[in-house]
């Protein structure tokens, strides 16, 4: 087969509407969460408590044609103008720069506009229960003991067809509608922790009295430091893959920690030791149990549990 030869795929969607009222309940708590120092920068405690909205749940079916090569973005673009316009989902750039459409496929967070039906389409009846690195596929509840030891092909299922791809939100954050999950949780978590620069530096001013461009030097050996840090785009895919995380707000999550990271990296900013105090609490590096689920699928590039490895060693350190 070519890339260019057109097939069909099926796509299983884990569809959600809410209820019209919102009748919600509080955010399960999490035994990791007991007893939280809070934050210099305004701890957790006093946050809203996360509530799920409650609503119809089901798993719809869309099978419809499609190339190897095209991405799952691609196809629910398909769905939605062709098929069924109720379909939700999430996207901004498609390809791989904002971060606004991760969703678990196969039970693994990824990103719909960079995967590809020709890496994640399995043959019909044989998704495993774990990933290819052996993690329990997020969401999981179906499935028998034979599909479960079945062998997964790349190639294109018997019928022709490239296979079956499941999707469903983002674990760890509210369900909203279909694909889209509440991400609201993930930024205020990065927003406590200051995700800005916070650096010394006298304003010069021109002959006018207007205010002069001032530069803050920097060595290229500094910037390596948390440059690659810098690339992170807030997909989520790192806290939807963290069992912890996972529990709600018992964890600032790895997203937050990578945020405070790179500040805490950077030689310009003035405020290192108070970034430290921010995550030496019981939600924030005190949490992170380093199994490391964070690395697995970062669209970006980072070694996620790496990173955490390190903050957690500064904090110790300091
Ligand atoms: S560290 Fe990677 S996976 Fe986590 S939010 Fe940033 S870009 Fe996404
Ligand atoms: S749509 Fe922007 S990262 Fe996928």
């Not at 719809?60 to 190339?67: S, V």
């Amino acid at each position: 087969m070519t890339n260019s030869t057109v097939t069909t795929v099926t796509l299983k969607v884990n569809r959600f509407t809410p209820r019209p009222e919102r009748a919600e309940r509080a955010r399960g708590g999490s035994p990791f969460a007991r007893t939280r120092k809070s934050s210099p920068f305004g701890g957790s405690s006093a946050a809203p408590a996360r509530r799920r909205p409650r609503g119809k749940q089901w798993v719809q079916e869309y099978t419809i044609p499609a190339r190897p090569e095209d991405t799952v973005l691609d196809c629910l673009l398909t769905i939605k103008r062709t098929v069924d316009p109720t379909l939700a989902f999430r996207y901004s750039c498609g390809h791989g720069m904002c971060g606004s459409d991760a969703v678990a496929i196969n039970g693994t967070p990824n990103l719909l506009c960079t995967a590809t039906l020709k890496d994640w389409a399995k043959p019909s009846g044989s998704l495993p229960r774990t990933d290819d690195e052996g993690f329990r596929r997020i969401g999981d509840d179906a499935g028998t003991e034979e599909e479960a030891s079945a062998e997964v092909s790349p190639d294109t299922a018997c019928d022709g067809s490239l296979g079956v791809i499941e999707l469903g939100p983002l674990p760890g954050f509210p369900v909203e509608r279909d694909l889209i999950a509440d991400i609201d949780p993930m930024l205020d978590q990065i927003r406590k922790l200051k995700p800005y620069l916070e650096a010394d530096g006298v304003l010069a001013t021109t002959h006018e009295g207007k205010v002069d461009v001032f530069e803050y030097l920097q060595h290229p050996d500094e910037l390596a430091r948390y440059e690659q840090l810098s690339n992170c785009i807030a997909c989520g895919v790192c806290e939807g893959s963290c069992p912890v995380f996972a529990g709600g707000d018992a964890f600032i999550g790895p997203a937050a920690l990578i945020w405070a990271s790179r500040f805490v990296n950077d030689s310009r900013d003035t405020i290192t030791m108070d970034r430290l105090d921010a995550i030496d609490t019981a939600d924030g590096v005190a949490a992170c149990q380093s199994v490391r689920a964070c690395t697995r699928q970062c669209p970006r590039g980072i070694d996620v549990g790496e990173e955490m490895w390190q903050i957690v060693a500064k904090v110790r350190e300091r």
